[in-house]
């Protein structure tokens, strides 16, 4: 069976939810040939596949999913109670999905939430090297920096969710 609109807009979702900063480079490209050049620098060495299952309140809540991205596109999988759904989308139909949502506000929210994302996690200190003892650490820098993380975490999701919202509309923040 063929994927729905649905579908595709959840493929599109699973795909970049656990990484908004893939999204963004996605976006950033400049035209559909583009596309196709970035798939291959980032999934031309085989394919990348990520299990999961529906929502509560998505369609066919509760049912498995699978999307393998390979150089050319994406393949999702619905393991429906009717049977099987699945489908190929190339990138420039993911673009299409992705631009249908996308506006100048959205996208700042995105860029600032991963540039956010990236200098924190670039302020990272792994140990208590400059404390003077480990439980000074964990006070001072790793919960408040944790604590952070989450925010920034929580902001990345916001913006994902506006460009690649649920199919259940939920109300958005911008």
């Given at each position: 069976?063929?994927?729905?609109?649905?579908?595709?807009?959840?493929?599109?979702?699973?795909?970049?939810?656990a990484d908004?900063?893939?999204?963004?480079?996605?976006?950033?490209?400049?035209?559909?040939?583009?596309?196709?050049?970035?798939?291959?620098?980032?999934?031309?060495?085989?394919?990348?596949?990520?299990?999961?299952?529906?929502?509560?309140?998505?369609?066919?809540?509760?049912?498995?999913?699978?999307?393998?991205?390979?150089?050319?596109?994406?393949?999702?999988?619905?393991?429906?109670?009717?049977?099987v759904r699945?489908?190929?989308?190339?990138?420039?139909?993911?673009?299409?999905?992705?631009?249908?949502?996308?506006?100048?506000?959205?996208?700042?929210?995105?860029?600032?939430?991963?540039?956010?994302?990236?200098?924190?996690?670039?302020?990272?200190?792994?140990?208590?090297?400059?404390?003077?003892?480990?439980?000074?650490?964990?006070?001072?820098?790793?919960?408040?920096?944790?604590?952070?993380?989450?925010?920034?975490?929580?902001?990345?999701?916001?913006?994902?969710?506006?460009?690649?919202?649920?199919?259940?509309?939920?109300?958005?923040?911008?």
């Amino acid at each position: 069976m063929k994927l729905s609109e649905d579908d595709l807009q959840l493929a599109v979702r699973d795909f970049f939810s656990a990484d908004p900063a893939l999204l963004l480079d996605f976006v950033d490209l400049p035209a559909l040939p583009a596309c196709y050049r970035w798939g291959r620098e980032r999934f031309g060495g085989g394919e990348h596949a990520r299990d999961g299952r529906r929502l509560p309140g998505e369609p066919d809540a509760g049912c498995a999913t699978r999307w393998s991205a390979a150089a050319d596109g994406l393949r999702y999988a619905v393991d429906a109670t009717g049977g099987v759904r699945s489908g190929f989308l190339y990138w420039p139909d993911v673009r299409r999905v992705v631009n249908s949502r996308l506006t100048p506000v959205r996208y700042g929210a995105l860029r600032a939430a991963v540039e956010a994302a990236r200098a924190h996690r670039a302020a990272y200190l792994p140990g208590p090297a400059p404390f003077r003892t480990p439980d000074a650490w964990e006070l001072h820098f790793r919960r408040p920096w944790a604590q952070r993380a989450y925010e920034i975490n929580r902001a990345a999701a916001a913006a994902l969710d506006a460009l690649c919202p649920p199919v259940q509309a939920q109300p958005f923040l911008f």
